[in-house]
């Protein structure tokens, strides 16, 4: 069974920084894309950012790019986001997803917010 | 950026019914269009990828139809368990993008 658990979520202050973290299992990781979509309270869903399998080739939105990176470490199946300077409108629920195009696993996510 | 349109905002229909979902692109997507269910405290879960490609599990009462920039996502025989939020996405280029959904209410 495909699991997808996210964590590192929580309250961060604006300027501050958070790493959030996605273990992946029932699957073979290394093989597939990944991605973070972010939901903020009451909204819509956002694409934040995509790594490749191989974790070379990285994308990000324009809000995000320049604070946040995305990572993987394929040999411990996971997916990272660490995020810096963290403003007001990064507060949402952070879902990690796997993709071959279309996002067909996702996580239950992880909450961040930011506030002073 | 593709901006992904969802039309109507809100729809209300009653079980056993049929529910017609509309999504427009400002630009070709060609085939590259996904729909997903969201149910509230839930993770979203894809429904439909290439337009009319019904993902594993998805029962048939659940259909995707169009290409270019016009989708549409039909689900017949309502259930109460189809009563939620759904979105499509293309990822034809980057950044890849939403619409901004559709809630499917009862009416």
Partial sequence: EVQLVESGGGLAQPGGSLRLSCAASGFSFSTYEMNWVR?????GL??????ASDGITVYYRDSVRGRFTISRDNAKNSLYLQMNSLRAEDTAVYYCARSWQKYDYWGQ???????? | EIVMTQSPATLSVS???RATLSCRASQTVSSN???YQQKPGQAP?????????RATGIPARFSGSGSETEFTLTISNLQSADFAVYYCQQYYNWPRTFGQGTKLEIK
């Fill in chain 1, 39 to 43: 939901q903020a309270p009451g909204k």
């Fill in chain 1, 46 to 51: 956002e694409w934040v950012s995509y790594i």
């Fill in chain 1, 109 to 116: 996510g992880t909450l961040v917010t930011v506030s002073s």
């Fill in chain 2, 15 to 17: 079980p056993g019914e």
């Fill in chain 2, 33 to 35: 269009l996904a729909w």
């Fill in chain 2, 45 to 53: 879960r894809l429904l439909i990828y290439a337009a009319s490609t």
